[in-house]
């Protein structure tokens, strides 16, 4: 059974540019989160998809957005990009919420250079 | 607000040796989950065990086990028999068990690096 995947693995962009990265879920998690593990700064939980819809967001500016598609895929789009969201951007997939028993499964991530 | 406090930035141990990582957390949840996550060099995250906080047992998986205190809000990991591939980046991670509750929205400590010597 395939796992998290995430792509591109690497991404250099520009300062101003926007960024796309993608997550596709292990099969049968509908559940998709996004997290910024930058440098220093450990893991900090950005946004939470389920059935399509955005159900949370961390302490993120509204240029960090994303959709999950009816396939549960996501995409995290990061626009006007500064210098600091440079980071490794990590996705994970789980079962919805509610279910005991459950944990999160992770993708290897994409790292985004800002330069 | 929870928090998850990873208070080694670096640990080593020798080779088949055993080592102690640290964690506290703050919350005034009940109910909730504990992890322990391994990012080796690949990047990629690996759950290495689980704790219900209604469990009083302590987990254990393999040469891994916890020593979870409730009442002082403490989840250590223990290592045994370490291994070169033990070598990651260990954090810490909780998650309430409320209902509805994603148990994906985790909230991390700074982590742990581990060196593992030959």
């Known amino acids: 059974e395939a796992g998290v995947t995430q792509s591109p693995t690497h991404l250099i962009k520009t300062r101003g540019q926007q960024a796309t990265l993608r997550c596709s879920p292990i099969s049968g998690h509908t559940s998709v989160y996004w997290y910024q593990q930058a440098l220093g700064l450990g893991l900090q939980f950005l946004l939470w998809y389920d059935e399509g819809e955005e159900r949370n967001r961390g302490n993120f500016p509204p240029r960090f957005s994303g959709r999950q598609f009816p396939n549960y895929s996501s995409e995290l789009n990061v626009n006007a990009l500064e210098l600091e969201d440079s980071a490794l951007y990590l996705c994970?997939?789980?079962?919805?919420?509610?279910?005991?028993?459950?944990?999160?499964?992770f993708g290897q991530g994409t790292r985004l250079t800002v330069v | 607000a929870q928090t998850v406090t990873q208070s080694q930035p670096e640990m080593s141990v020798q080779e088949a040796e055993t080592v102690t990582l640290s964690c506290t957390y703050d919350?005034?949840?009940?109910?909730?989950?504990l992890f322990w996550y391994k990012q080796p060099p690949s990047r990629q995250m690996i759950l290495v065990i689980r704790?219900?906080?209604?469990?009083?047992q302590n987990a254990t998986e393999n040469r891994f086990s916890v020593n979870f205190q409730k009442a002082a809000k403490s989840f250590s990991l223990k290592i045994s028999d370490s291994q070169l591939g033990d070598a990651a980046m260990y954090f810490c991670a909780w998650v309430p068990n409320a209902g509805g509750t994603s148990y994906g929205k985790l909230t991390f400590g700074q982590g742990t690096i581990l060196t593992v010597h030959p």
């Open positions: 919350t005034s949840e009940s109910d909730y989950y």
């Open positions: 994970a997939s789980s079962f919805p919420g509610g279910r005991r028993n459950t944990e999160a499964f």
């Open positions: 704790q219900e906080a209604y469990k009083q």
